[in-house]
């Protein structure tokens, strides 16, 4: 009897803690966050150089559907111009015009300006990259064009460095620099560039990289190729550089920005953890068969490549795609199933879970997201664009 009663007075103090740890008491399960803004984005314009008007639509599906620019989306014309920088759902950009530098969300068919400083210390953004996800470094010329600067950006407060590269000077024949890619990887900021004089004078015959140590930002030295001339682009209107997975980092030029009369492309190689150009990498428009512009990492050892079609006469749809093998330098396969496009500047392709997401300028017919399948090597079509522009602009994940 004793034992019952004893059992009987621990239950009896053990009430108080198990209610206290009850459903009924605990604290309620927080809301799903709502997304509301769009997964992605496109950038269509009506109208030619120089009387545009360009606008952004959101979707979140590349696979399926449509957009319709007809009553739909945000003009951005006098805010910001579709040669920009995007990461984390927000849009980067230095209006010249009006001499500042904004951060902008394209949400619900509205681009707002986030943040806004005032800002003048480059001519122009000629190339950027991202040390991390929130420090953005830009680089541009002066207003002479004789010297290369830089900004070091914190995206969250738009707090900038602003600096000068004491990059070797412009030799006698030629009167500026030209910028154009730029990548960030194990410490060094590589910046490849050229020297052009007054136009039509033509180009220096040769291609040049500025190494960069990032923590100092010492100028440490210049590497140097005759093999093609000028910089190549920059990724705020067309990829063409960028760190692969194993942290070897490739630059490709563009014949399309050399004066030079007998002009070559080639793509250069900086091997992980080196500062030197990869002499055993020999890859040009000989050994891959067409000139490039455009080349663009999709994973593994593979990119896809953007070259001008010699075959096509009486248009100005020259431009076609390719898979690229980055370790042979080889096209393995071309995408006929992608229409050629119109412009060579057109940022084209995202990359999302093994797929290549790219959008074209058609000659005829209608204009889709094309999807490339990495491991299946098969091409299909996905959301179609509608609604009356003239150009298809550029392509980006929001989120």
């Known amino acids: 009897m004793f034992k019952k009663f004893k059992l009987y007075i621990i239950l009896m103090a053990l009430v108080p803690f198990l209610n206290s740890c009850s459903s009924d008491d605990s604290e309620p399960t927080p809301a799903p966050v709502v997304e509301t803004q769009e997964k992605y984005t496109v950038w269509l314009q009506i109208g030619s150089w120089p009387n545009t008007t360009q606008y952004i639509l959101g979707t979140n599906s590349l696979t399926e559907g449509s957009i319709d620019l007809t009553g739909h989306g945000a003009e951005v014309t006098g805010k910001s111009a579709y040669g920009i920088i995007t990461k984390g759902g927000f ?24 943040l806004e ?87 220096e015959n ?48 563009n014949v399309e920005w050399s004066s030079i009369k007998d002009r070559k492309s080639a793509i250069y190689r900086i091997k992980k953890g080196t500062t030197e150009i ?3 990498y020999t890859v040009n428009n ?13 994973g593994g050892t593979k990119a896809i490549y953007k070259y001008i079609d010699p075959a096509i006469t009486g248009s100005t749809h020259i431009y076609a795609f390719a898979v690229m093998d980055l370790e042979t330098g080889k096209i393995v396969r071309k995408l006929p199933e992608i229409p050629y496009d119109g412009d060579a500047y057109i940022q084209n392709i995202i990359v999302e879970d093994g797929k290549v997401y790219m959008i074209t300028n058609a000659e005829t017919g209608k204009d889709y997201v094309y999807i490339y399948d990495i491991a299946a090597q098969k091409v299909k079509t996905g959301m179609e664009m509608i609604g009356g522009y003239d150009w298809v602009l550029r392509l980006d994940k929001m989120r």
């Open 91 to 114: 849009y980067y950009y230095y209006n010249t015009t009006t001499g500042r530098f904004s951060k902008f969300k394209y949400e619900k068919e509205l681009y707002s300006t986030v």
């Open 206 to 253: 040769k291609s040049y990289i500025g190494v960069v140590d990032y923590a100092s930002m010492k100028y440490e030295k210049t590497l140097e190729s005759s093999t093609s001339a000028g910089p190549g682009t920059n990724k705020l209107w067309l990829s063409s550089s960028f760190v692969d997975e194993s942290g070897n980092t490739y630059f490709a030029t």
């Open 117 to 203: 400083v005032p800002y003048t210390h480059l001519a122009d953004v000629s190339g950027f990259t991202w040390i991390n996800d929130k420090t953005l470094f830009v680089i541009g010329t002066n207003g002479d064009q004789n010297k290369i600067q830089y900004s070091v950006i914190d995206t969250e407060t738009l707090k900038m460095t602003n600096g000068v590269l004491d990059a070797p000077a412009i030799p006698v024949g030629y009167n500026y620099f030209n910028l154009g890619n730029i990548e960030y990887t194990n410490g060094k900021v590589f910046v490849q560039f050229g020297y052009t004089g007054v136009w039509p004078n033509p180009w």
């Open 278 to 280: 990869d002499a055993s």
């Open 286 to 298: 000989t050994s891959i068969g067409y000139e490039g512009v455009g080349l663009w990492y999709i």
